[in-house]
Structure formats: structure tokens, C-alpha cells
């Protein structure tokens, strides 16, 4: 019995870092199939392509990635998800930066658009002036 | 010495291999993108607005420099990519910073805007009112005018019309007024005794009748002026043939009246001749009818006949005739002059007698004709007794 069990551990103890790298790989295979689904969100949130280099450039690192998970270079692959984590943090606020960039262009012109009605009412006042001055002469 | 070069050469291979081996590699793109990165002219701003990320991607570029001087070209790649991330973030949220700031002043400015235009708006809405009602003042003057304009243009229409009203009225006063003229040269009946000048009046009366329906008034008033005239003349020309003609008429029906009441008278003889122009009705009375023989005074009580001759004379109807009291003798019985003298003698009586009967002294003449107009065969007692008379003579023509 006691030869039973330490052969049964000798066993357990063979298999616990195969199991920890089969483990290992399904959860950087996870992150890498979260990150894909990301970087597809990212692409259809940048209406005004303003980020496209940085989401293909992330998308290249994530084929990247998949390919180093296969070769089992894990180490290398978590570089590349935090990496891809962090591009894609990047790339999310440089979409916020060019959506209020956007905003601040819409509004501008906005201001624009209301200087000129300003500048014709303006005018149009001038010239209800000159004319109210021509009907108080012709009174 | 073959042995030392040789050994010589060996060491130079060796020293300059080592030193080949320990040279610094290229740098690698990523990290000059990262030195560019950090050179950003907004880079102060990033790293006040994210300090923790900055400085993160401080250390990468740090890592990167180490990685790449250490000639880990891999690892150095890694870092500055991961640097890049970080600077790349910070920007973000740096230009994010900007863009608001950019709407809020975008805001102020519109909102500025807004309230300036609102009140210039206002400025203008009043403005416009005032031009308005201005407008309302201007037109109204305007309506004025063209009231007054058209008050002007009606009242010079109702005068023309009045004054052609008053040309029509004139000129149909004058083409009355010729009407009457034709009709007045009717009444003595121009057609007949002066056709040329009534035939040419009622012409140029038609003529200015239809002048007036076109509307020619001058023309229409000179026609009717011309056609009164002419009818005018008309009916001065025809004037005296038709009143003698009236006359005449006139005079030969009253004296078959006067003829056919003498005739009544008993104790006369009546009849009518003519002598020249002039047509007479002659009432005989003989002499011993009235007077005694040789006699001129009327007897008494015998003058009864001349009763209704006087009311014959006297009468209205016959008072135009002008009446002869002619004495009559016959040829014989005396000296032609005595015979005159008796003959006017009595003629006188009866004229005398006759005045006194009422008879206008004016209307009457008296005289004698001794014995020159017999008017019975003076050879018989009876002729000569006839032609002792005293006529009673009405002239007329």
C-alpha cells in the first residue's frame, strides 16, 4: 500500500507540469481570442479610420502571438498580450481623443456657422438703419 | 621571429574579433520611433496630464536603450514598442484634454455668439418694426397722394363730363331752338312759298342732329345756328305770301259770312264785285227807302233800316272790313255837280246816321257818285228809281 502510493505520487508529481502547461496555453489561447474579438470591436468603434495602422499592427502581433503559443514560447507570447493589451488601452482612448477632436471641429464649425449669422445680422441691422434713416427723411 | 609574427597576427585576430564581437548593433527602428516619439512637442503636456504612463514608457525607452547597447535586439525592439504604447496613450489622453478644452471654448464662443446674435436679432426685429410702421406712414402718405391724385383726376372727369354735359345741353338748345325755327317756318308754311331756303334749313338741322349723336358738339351747335338762321329766313320769306294768302282766305270766308247775313237784311239788295285788287260787298239801300224826294236829310222814321246794317258793321267778326258810304244818283234830274253833291250829301246822313248808331267813325268813308256807276237802265222810271241808292260798301281782299 504505502509502495502504491508513493509510486502515485511519484506519478502526480511527474504530471502537475504538464498539466500546468496545457493549462497555460488554453488560457494564453483565451486571451489571445479575447484580443482578436477586441481588435474587431476597435475597428468597427473607428468610424473615421483614424486609428486603423495602430488596430493592424495589433492585429499582426496577435497572429504573432498565436504562432509563438504554438511553438510553446509562452514567455514570448505574454510579452506580446501585454503588449496587445496595452495597444489596445492606447488605441481606445486615441478613439475617445479623435471622437472629442471630432466634436471640437463639429463645434467649431458650429461657431463658425454662427459668427457668419451674426456677421449677416449685423449687416442686415446696418441696413435697416440706412433704410429706417430714408423713410424718416421721406416722413 | 616567424613564430612571434605569427603569434603577433593572433592576437591582433583575437583582439579585433573580441572587439568585433562587443561592437553596439544598429538601433533598431522601433527605438528611433521611440526617441521621435518622445521628442513630440506635446509630449510636456502628456506627461502633466499622465504622469504614471510617461513614466513608464520612460523606463521602457530606458530598457529598450539597455537592451539595444547590450545588443538584446529582441528584447530592446520589445520595450521601445512597449514605450511607444505608453507615450502614444498619454498623447491620447493629452489631445482628448485639447479637444475638450477646444469644445468648451467652442461652447463659451457659441454661447457668446448666441447672445450677441440674439440681441443684434432683436436689435433687428425692432429695427424692422420701426421700418414698418415707417412703411405703414410712407404708404399711407403715399395713398394719400394717389387719393388725392385720384380725387383731382375724378374731379377734372366731372367737370369734362359736366362741361360736355353742358355743350350737349347747349347744343341741344340750339338745335331746339332751329327745330322751333322749322316749325315756325311750318306755321306759314315755308315748304310751299320758300322751298329752297326751308328744304336747306331742315338739311343742316338733320345734318347737326347727327353731329350731336357722333359727339361733334362745336359742329353740331354751328349746324344748328346755320339751320335756325335759314329756317329763319325761311319763314321771313315766306311770311308775307302766307299771311296774305291767310289773309285773303280769311277775309273771303267772313265776307261770305258778312254776304250771306246781309242778304237777310229786308229793304237791301246785296251783292259782291271786284274793282282792282281790292273785292267788295255792296249793301244797296234805295233813296226813297230813307229820304223824301230831292232830299238829303234822312226822313223820320225812316232810317229803321239802317239798324241792322249798323249791327252788321259793328259786328266782331267783320270789324277788319273797311266800310265805304257811297251816295248814288241817276244820270238825269239835275246838273252833274248837284247830282254829286246830293249823292255825298246823303251819303253823309247815312254815314251820320251810322256813327250815331255806334259804328267807329274810323272805319268808315263817306262820298258821292253822283250818276256815274247806274246799275239799272236809267231810261225807266224803275231803272232810274234804282239808281237813286246809297250803297253800303265792305272791302276786303
Known amino acids: 500500500m504505502t509502495r502504491y502510493a508513493t509510486v502515485f505520487l511519484f506519478l502526480a508529481f511527474l504530471a502537475v507540469p504538464v498539466l500546468a502547461r496545457a493549462g497555460e496555453a488554453d488560457d494564453l489561447q483565451r486571451q489571445i481570442d479575447y484580443l482578436k474579438q477586441t481588435t474587431t470591436d476597435l475597428e468597427r468603434q473607428d468610424e473615421q479610420k483614424a486609428v486603423s495602422s495602430d488596430i493592424m499592427m495589433m492585429r499582426s502581433w496577435l497572429d504573432n502571438g498565436w504562432t509563438l503559443r504554438s511553438q510553446e514560447k509562452y514567455d514570448e507570447v505574454r510579452i506580446i498580450l501585454d503588449r496587445c493589451e496595452a495597444q489596445a488601452n492606447m488605441v481606445r482612448q486615441r478613439l475617445t481623443a479623435a471622437k472629442l477632436s471630432a466634436q471640437a471641429a463639429a463645434k467649431e464649425d458650429e461657431v463658425k456657422r454662427a459668427r457668419a449669422q451674426l456677421a449677416r445680422t449685423k449687416k442686415a441691422l446696418e441696413n435697416a438703419k440706412i433704410q429706417k434713416a430714408r423713410l424718416e427723411g421721406k416722413v | ?397
Open chain 2, 1 to 397: 621571429m616567424t613564430t612571434v609574427f605569427r603569434a603577433s597576427l593572433l592576437c591582433v585576430f583575437a583582439v579585433s574579433m573580441l572587439s568585433l564581437g562587443c561592437a553596439t548593433p544598429p538601433k533598431p527602428r522601433e527605438l528611433d520611433a521611440l526617441e521621435k516619439l518622445r521628442a513630440n512637442p506635446d509630449m510636456p503636456a502628456a506627461r502633466k496630464k499622465a504622469p504614471d504612463l510617461c513614466k513608464k514608457a520612460d523606463k521602457a525607452f530606458s530598457s529598450a536603450t539597455d537592451k539595444w547597447q547590450s545588443n538584446d535586439l529582441n528584447e530592446s525592439v520589445n520595450h521601445a514598442l512597449l514605450g511607444q504604447i505608453y507615450y502614444s496613450h498619454a498623447l491620447a489622453l493629452s489631445d482628448q484634454d485639447k479637444s475638450n478644452a477646444r469644445i468648451a471654448d467652442a461652447e463659451d464662443a457659441l454661447s457668446a455668439t448666441t447672445e450677441e446674435h440674439e440681441k443684434a436679432q432683436k436689435d433687428l426685429d425692432d429695427m424692422n418694426e420701426k421700418i414698418g410702421l415707417l412703411q405703414k406712414s410712407v404708404h399711407k402718405d403715399e395713398e394719400m397722394k394717389a387719393l388725392e391724385a385720384q380725387m383731382a383726376a375724378d374731379k377734372k372727369a366731372n367737370e369734362d363730363k359736366l362741361s360736355q354735359e353742358k355743350l350737349r345741353a347747349e347744343t341741344g338748345d340750339k338745335i331746339s331752338d332751329a327745330e322751333l325755327a322749322v316749325k315756325t317756318a311750318e306755321t306759314v308754311n315755308a315748304a310751299k312759298y320758300a322751298p329752297e331756303l326751308y328744304k336747306s334749313a331742315a338739311q343742316i338741322l338733320a345734318k347737326a342732329q347727327t353731329e350731336m349723336q357722333a359727339g361733334q358738339m362745336q359742329q353740331a351747335q354751328s349746324s344748328a345756328a346755320i339751320a335756325k338762321k335759314t329756317a329763319d329766313d325761311a319763314a321771313a320769306a315766306a311770311k308775307p305770301a302766307y299771311a296774305r294768302d291767310s289773309q285773303t282766305e280769311e277775309s273771303r270766308k267772313k265776307a261770305d259770312g258778312l254776304f250771306a247775313e246781309a242778304s237777310r237784311i229786308p229793304g237791301v239788295t246785296t251783292r259782291r264785285d271786284v274793282r282792282g285788287s281790292l273785292q267788295r260787298i255792296i249793301i244797296a239801300i234805295p233813296a226813297e227807302t230813307m229820304f223824301t224826294k230831292k232830299q238829303t236829310v234822312l226822313a223820320p222814321g225812316r232810317d229803321s233800316v239802317l239798324n241792322p246794317i249798323a249791327d252788321l258793321i259793328k259786328k266782331k267778326d267783320y270789324q277788319d272790313f273797311p266800310v265805304q258810304v257811297v251816295g248814288h244818283t241817276d244820270s238825269k234830274g239835275g246838273a252833274q255837280s248837284a247830282l254829286l253833291a246830293m249823292s255825298g250829301a246823303r251819303a253823309q246822313s247815312v254815314f251820320n246816321a251810322l256813327v250815331t248808331r255806334g259804328v267807329d267813325v274810323r272805319r268808315m268813308m263817306a262820298n258821292g257818285q253822283g250818276g256815274a256807276e247806274p246799275i239799272a237802265d236809267g231810261r225807266t222810271a224803275a231803272g232810274r228809281a234804282s239808281n237813286h241808292r246809297v250803297e253800303i260798301v265792305f272791302l276786303y281782299q
